[in-house]
Structure formats: structure tokens, C-alpha cells
């Protein structure tokens, strides 16, 4: 059974810096793409990041460029999400999706949430 | 500001057939495969249509998608009142190098 559980997530003040965990199982992890993907209160879906499955290519989002850092160790069957100078706005439920291809999520955790608030 | 446009909500009776439209570009719908998800209330969301018009195991033939251009649909034929949820298009946009969602469609089974 494929499985994907996302950690790390709390409450943390205004430029501080959060660490997220998605541990996967179920499948060969080095062989997806795994995406990031977030949600606001009562707002939309948003993706964040990807990262290829060895790590070749990583893409953000314009809104996350050069504050969050992607990264997975295939040996853990682990991804991760580094998230520096956090503001109000990164404040979300964030969620790791496996990505079967064009950005399709076919598996999401269960979701962590990031609260950014003084 | 989503990168494709749906319709805020949409509304049907039980056993109806509903569409939910999903509006986007060329370099997003135009030249990728699209997906739908499903996202009940306090759930994560759930894959539902994929390469425009393809099924995940487990997803009843109630649920269809299509594509035409710059434009996709999700159409759900005899609708129950467990199909009330959002509903979220998404796809791959080429110039952003980037996955782009739209804002999400609140269906309501009446």
C-alpha cells in the first residue's frame, strides 16, 4: 500500500525557519517525482516544489524561490522541505503528493500544518 | 490569482449530471494532460481523472474528464449527496516550469 506522511509542521514566528518531513513507503521511491503542495485556511490548493527522483531537477514556486529548499534521500525514502525566512503567508496545511506524470498527484499524505504567526 | 479558471461553485440535484469547467492557456492545458482531484472536507485531496480523461482504480465511471484546447471538463453523471466536495483541476505549465491548480469549484448536491 502506498504511503505518504508528511512531519515538522507547528507554529513558528515571522522570519523563522521550519524543517518538513514526507516519509514514504508502498513503492520504489527513487523511481517518482514527489511534489509539495499546500493549502491555506479556506483557500485553494498551491504547489510549492518538486524534485525529480534522483534529485536531477528542482522547481518552486515564484512565492517560495530562494526561501525554501527541496531535497530527498532515496535511502530513507524520505523528502524534504527546508523553509527559511517564513512569513504570515506560508501559513498552510502542507501536503506531499507522488507525481505519476504532468504534475498529476496520484498519492497525498495526510497533510502538516505550518502556522507562521507572532 | 489561479492559472486556470473554474467556476467558484456548481449545484445539481441528486441523480443529475454536473460539468465543472477548467480554463487555461498554451502553455498549460494546451500542451499537457490535465487531472482532477476530489477534496472532501478536511481530507487531502484525492486524484479522480488523469491524462485528461483516465481513471485511477477505484474511481467509479460516474466521473469523467475531457479536453478541447485551452479548456478541460470534469462532468459527474448521477450525483449523490457524498459527492459534495471541491473540486480541483490541474496540470503542468510549461512557462512557469511549474504545476498550476485552479482556484477550486464547490459542488453542491441540493
Known amino acids: 500500500e502506498v504511503q505518504l506522511v508528511e512531519s515538522g509542521g507547528g507554529l513558528v514566528k515571522p522570519g523563522g525557519s521550519l524543517r518538513l518531513s514526507c516519509v514514504a513507503s508502498?513503492?520504489?521511491?527513487?523511481?517518482?517525482?514527489i511534489n509539495w503542495v499546500r493549502q491555506a485556511p479556506g483557500k485553494g490548493l498551491e504547489w510549492v516544489s518538486s524534485i525529480t527522483g534522483a534529485s536531477t531537477y528542482k522547481y518552486y514556486a515564484d512565492s517560495v524561490k530562494g526561501r525554501f529548499t527541496i531535497s530527498r534521500d532515496n535511502a530513507k525514502n524520505s523528502l524534504y522541505l527546508q523553509m527559511n525566512s517564513l512569513r504570515a503567508d506560508d501559513t498552510a496545511v502542507y501536503y506531499c503528493?507522488?507525481?505519476?506524470?504532468w504534475g498529476s498527484g496520484d498519492y497525498w499524505g495526510q497533510g502538516t500544518l505550518v502556522t507562521v504567526s507572532s | 490569482q489561479s492559472v486556470l479558471t473554474q467556476p467558484p461553485s456548481v449545484s445539481a440535484a441528486p441523480g443529475q449530471k454536473v460539468t465543472i469547467s477548467c480554463s487555461g492557456s498554451?502553455?498549460?492545458?494546451?500542451?499537457?494532460?490535465v487531472s482532477w482531484y476530489q477534496q472532501l472536507p478536511g481530507t487531502a485531496p484525492k486524484l479522480l481523472i488523469f491524462?485528461?480523461?483516465k481513471r485511477p482504480s477505484g474511481i467509479p465511471d460516474r466521473f469523467s474528464g475531457s479536453k478541447s484546447g485551452t479548456s478541460a471538463t470534469l462532468g459527474i453523471t448521477g450525483l449523490q449527496t457524498g459527492d459534495e466536495a471541491d473540486y480541483y483541476c490541474?496540470?503542468?505549465?510549461?512557462?512557469?516550469?511549474?504545476?498550476?491548480f485552479g482556484g477550486g469549484t464547490k459542488l453542491s448536491v441540493l
Open positions: 491524462d485528461n480523461n
Open positions: 498554451s502553455s498549460n492545458i494546451a500542451d499537457n494532460y
Open positions: 490541474g496540470t503542468w505549465d510549461n512557462s512557469l516550469s511549474g504545476v498550476v
Open positions: 508502498g513503492f520504489t521511491f527513487s523511481h517518482y517525482t
Open positions: 503528493a507522488r507525481d505519476q506524470g
